[in-house]
């Protein structure tokens, strides 16, 4: 076996290969961090290419079943604009360009010879997580020990979206094990966030997140087990969606820990506009099979959609959010209110308890699967996405203690599930409280307690991983970008602990010049729909209130 690093080498220079020459630009120097405008301005996308990429799905998929843009020209706009995307931020890990045309060629054809398209996505082109195995293809997920590993079959979410009309046409990077809510690994590299390159994109999904927000595709799937979607969703701009456990099909997909059935990974969409969200969920699930018709209303169970009562999660108890972060809220708040719905504060319990809960059953076997998976090749095991060398046990999201046995781990698992009815039971009593007659309609929460950090900085995620081990739908909607006028730093005098206390000490105006600011609605499980369209209340409460 070579030795690891000339594998990486092989693999770096076959994706170079995969990249069609004429599509090479020159990147801009470093020291311009936002790069959201350049992919515009190389000359490499004409005017309707760039047109097509600056379009919402909605509109793109209905020009494609009209035939006044072609799957072929589609997909071609988008391959253009990732691979500009790609060599600003470093967001791809497969090319396939050709065989995506390919297939775009064959949806036209059909449509042209029939009259009809192939299914609700026909000609969109959807760039996928690094763990969907697509036939053919390698699906390393950052481990140079899977490089070489062809898959022989596609991951079922592929087959669904394909028999959708859907064109996969690049997958996107992530970090070494996904266990990491940033993006960098040993085959690849690192990802950046396009709105300021100094700062991360998130992850793990964060290959997706940058793609997504240069505009280089419409429509990208990214994975969840503790805010996988939603930290690079939040991190660069984006909407994005956790569902509940099973709702979107696994199957056939690579992933760490696999065997480990207590919180469960999922697959969420990501992209530029709710309405995004609303379409691919709604046509997974028919084509899957788990309803899906709803995904345009609000059930009784949320008064028609009608007065709704919002819960606010100004913190969760444990780490205070930054000056933007609480000025998102109070934004989103304000815009609600003006649209006439009620709005309450959330009281938080026990999310310090379900973070440490969930990460003892993550970490009850990962040190152990991450040492089995790399040492087929002896690549090192990252432990910090720092840019410069710290103290592993100051910055690693790995295990910093040995596994714990099977009942231990029984224990952990049945205090999870104790917890999980005490929430639920917290939430039902909100009834007395919201003025409806029902429990709070959802609870809307920062999705970090910080806009995208610095690289190697994002060290607390419980703000999405506690809806994991609740099991709870979340989607991330846009609010804000930081102001260093509008979010100066602000004094405090008493801190949670000395987290809370470095997490604060680490906000500098200047340091997140640009970085976007989300937030994350959340709802109770299995209510995918309703998830959706309250986010689409909350975002026409906002663009109302501009």
Known sequence: MPHWTALVEEKRQRQLNSIPQEWLVTPPPDSILDVTDFPETTGLLNAEEIEITNTSVDVLLEKLASAEWTAVDVTTAFSKRAIVA??????????????????????????????????????????????????????????VSWIGQYADKNAVLVDVLIECGAVPFVRTNIPQTLMFPETFNNVFGRTTNPYNRSLTSGGSSGGEGALVALRGSPLGVGSDI????????????????????????????????????????????????????????????????????????????????????????????????????????????????????????????????????????????????????????????????????????????RPQKAGITAY??????????????????????TASETGTGRPVDAIICPAAPFAAPPH????????????????????????????????????????????????????????????????????????EEAVIKMTEVVDAALAAAK
């Open 456 to 527: 190697g900085k994002n060290r607390y995620a419980n703000y999405t991983t506690v809806w994991n081990a609740l099991d709870y739908p979340a989607a991330i909607f846009p609010v804000t970008t930081v102001d260093s006028i509008l979010d100066g730093k602000e004094p405090r005098r008493g801190f949670y602990d000395d987290l809370d206390k470095h997490i604060h000490e680490m906000y500098d105006p200047e340091k997140f010049k640009n970085a976007p600011v989300c937030l994350q609605l959340v709802g109770r499980t299995l209510e």
């Open 408 to 429: 231990q781990l029984w224990q952990v698992q049945k205090l999870r599930q104790n917890v999980r009815k005490e929430y639920l039971d917290h939430w039902e009593a």
């Open 86 to 143: 790609h060599q600003l931020v470093n967001c791809l890990t497969e090319i396939f360009v050709d065989s995506a045309l390919a297939r775009a060629a064959e949806l036209d054809d059909h449509l042209k010879k029939t009259g009809k398209v192939v299914g609700p996505l026909h000609g969109l082109p959807i760039s996928l997580k690094d763990q969907l195995c697509i036939k053919g293809l390698e699906t390393t997920m950052g481990y």
């Open 226 to 397: 503790g805010g996988s979607v939603r930290i690079p969703a939040a991190f660069c701009g984006l909407y994005g969606l956790r569902p509940s456990y099973g709702r979107v099909p696994y199957c056939g997909a690579r992933n760490s820990l696999e065997g480990q059935d207590s919180v469960l990974s999922v697959f969420g969409p990501m992209t530029n506009s709710i309405s995004g969200v609303k379409i691919f969920m709604k046509a997974t699930l028919l084509q899957f099979g788990r309803s899906g018709t709803k995904t345009s209303t609000i059930s009784l169970d949320h008064g028609s959609g009608k007065d709704l009562c919002f819960a606010i999660m100004w913190d969760d108890g444990v780490v205070v959010p930054h000056p933007p972060i609480r000025r998102s809220l109070e934004i989103t708040k304000a815009a609600l209110q003006k649209a006439g719905h009620k709005v309450v504060d959330w009281k938080p319990i026990k999310h310090k308890l379900l973070g440490d809960a969930t990460r003892d059953i993550w970490n009850a076997g990962s040190a152990e699967d991450y040492m089995i998976t790399t040492s087929v090749t002896g690549e090192p095991i990252i432990a910090t996405m720092e840019l410069d060398d710290v103290d592993p046990a100051v910055a690693s999201f």
